[in-house]
């Protein structure tokens, strides 16, 4: 069972314009999320995260969105650039198992020039 | 600032073989992750350990599979023996209480 869901596998978008990313998640109990950015043959890198109790989280081109009653989170990037190209994975933490991550399936960026 | 340091990169090893994977997680960090990434099932957890002792090894996918944390620098992950379906990258990542999971490079594992 797929708690954590990232629908689109691949999105290109060109470089200067915003690049948006989804994730649904299915778990009341998560409570901290996080998105991680993830380049080939390199670990996943932490970008952004943002708690339950925001809606809102911004650093610097970065945004992430929490919608709690759709259970959806979303990451803009703005402007995009082509260093922005990577895997992109939605990870979300449980109130009950401490630093426990649950990541969902990734979203491949191409940023084109 | 050293990162999470796995060992070896690249493993290539015949069937039925012995793999151990090394990790050496971020100092001062107390959780110590062991993921498995493969095209078919993504980034899966398979088991954590916080201050050395394992937490959850629901993930484990066999009894093939086992993991270990001797102390807070070091941790292995062995699959005895090894099969063709274990191929895959495995990464350890190392956390400190509820902040955000630090990730290795990981090894690229290829069971012939």
């Known amino acids: 069972d797929q708690q954590v869901k990232q629908n689109s596998p691949s999105l290109s978008v060109q470089e200067g314009r915003i690049s948006i990313l989804n994730c649904d998640y299915t778990?009341?109990?998560?409570?901290?999320f996080l998105w991680y950015k993830k380049y080939p043959a390199e670990g996943p890198t932490f970008l952004i995260s943002i708690s339950s109790i925001k809606d809102k989280n911004e650093d610097g081109r970065f945004t992430v969105f929490l919608n709690k009653s759709a259970k959806h989170l979303s990451l803009h990037i703005v402007p995009s650039q082509p260093g922005d190209s990577a895997v992109y994975f939605c990870?979300?933490?449980?109130?009950?198992?401490?630093?426990?991550?649950?990541f969902g399936t990734g979203t491949r960026l191409q940023v084109t020039l | 600032d050293a990162g999470v340091i796995q060992s070896p990169r690249h493993e290539v090893t015949e069937m039925g073989q012995e793999v151990t994977l090394r990790c050496k997680p971020i100092s001062g960090h107390d959780y110590l992750f062991w993921y498995r990434q493969t095209m078919m099932r993504g980034l899966e957890l398979l088991i954590y350990f916080n201050n050395n002792v394992p937490i959850d090894d629901s993930g484990m996918p066999e009894d093939r599979f086992s993991a270990k944390m001797p102390n807070a620098s070091f941790s292995t992950l062995k699959i005895q023996p090894s099969e063709p379906r274990d191929s895959a990258v495995y990464f350890c990542a190392s956390s400190y209480r509820r902040q955000p999971q630090h990730f290795g490079d990981g090894t690229r594992l290829s069971i012939l």
């Open positions: 990870a979300a933490m449980d109130t009950g198992t401490a630093s426990k991550l649950t």
């Open positions: 778990n009341s109990m998560f409570d901290y």
